[in-house]
T-cell receptor, first 112, second 115 residues
Framework: KQEVTQIPAALSVPEGENLVLNCSFT??????LQWFRQDPGKGLTSLLL?????REQTSGRLNASLDKSSGRSTLYIAASQPGDSATYLC???????????FGKGTTLSVSS | DTAVSQTPKYLVTQMGNDKSIKCEQN?????MYWYKQDSKKFLKIMFS???????INETVPNRFSPKSPDKAHLNLHINSLELGDSAVYFC??????????????FGSGTQLSVL
């Protein structure tokens, strides 16, 4: 069964700290992987998309890495800010044209 | 302009009723989706349409019937609503199946409460 797991389920850090969110998937033959952010009561915002041939993608303070052989992706957030507080979801597309399979997310709280 | 818009934002109804949720995207995308997010915040695919054709149907009860009049619209009709249908329903779109840039863009969700 193709699953996506995110650990930890929740994380609290003080402002300014660098942090890593983890995502693991059961089948290394993925097509692409996407990280999303969800704010309470809102939809999902796409942060980064990594193709299966890529090792990482960067956008501002965010860096996502992909290691297919170990079935893992990490989302690195540098110099965290209170505005980064949200739930971060990892989603994997195993084949072109198939639906994204989501993890349950990591809820991040950054305190000022 | 909102890229993916869905209405209504909130829907409260009685068991047994029939209701519809509408979704429209102005991104020119070929593929649209319906996802369900349950009370545990788990997001699961329900349907996917590519250019008005159904391509994914994930063992959803046939009380749920999606309809895509054109590739910019994907509506969700639910018959005989049950308590377990209470959830947040998200519409999403992506450029299409044939491109490697398959970023999904989500609507803001419809909170459905069945009483």
């Amino acid at each position: 069964k193709q699953e996506v797991t995110q650990i930890p389920a929740a994380l609290s850090v003080p402002e300014g700290e660098n942090l890593v969110l983890n995502c693991s998937f059961t089948d290394s033959a993925i097509y692409n992987l996407q990280w999303f952010r969800q704010d309470p009561g809102k939809g999902l915002t796409s942060l980064l998309l990594i193709q299966s041939s890529q090792r990482e993608q960067t956008s501002g303070r965010l860096n996502a890495s992909l290691d297919k052989s170990s079935g893992r992706s990490t989302l690195y957030i540098a110099a965290s800010q209170p505005g980064d507080s949200a739930t971060y979801l990892c989603a994997v597309r195993y084949q072109a044209g198939t639906a994204l399979i989501f993890g349950k997310g990591t809820t991040l709280s950054v305190s000022s | 302009d909102t890229a993916v818009s869905q209405t209504p934002k909130y829907l409260v109804t009685q068991m047994g009723n029939d209701k519809s949720i509408k979704c429209e995207q102005n991104l020119g995308h070929d593929t649209m989706y319906w996802y369900k997010q349950d009370s545990k915040k788990f997001l699961k695919i329900m349907f996917s349409y590519n250019n008005k054709e159904l391509i994914i149907n994930e063992t959803v009860p046939n009380r749920f019937s999606p309809k895509s009049p054109d590739k910019a619209h994907l509506n969700l009709h639910i018959n005989s609503l049950e308590l377990g249908d209470s959830a947040v329903y998200f519409c999403a779109s992506s450029p299409g199946q044939e491109t490697t840039n398959e970023k999904l863009f989500f609507g803001s969700g419809t909170q459905l409460s069945v009483l």
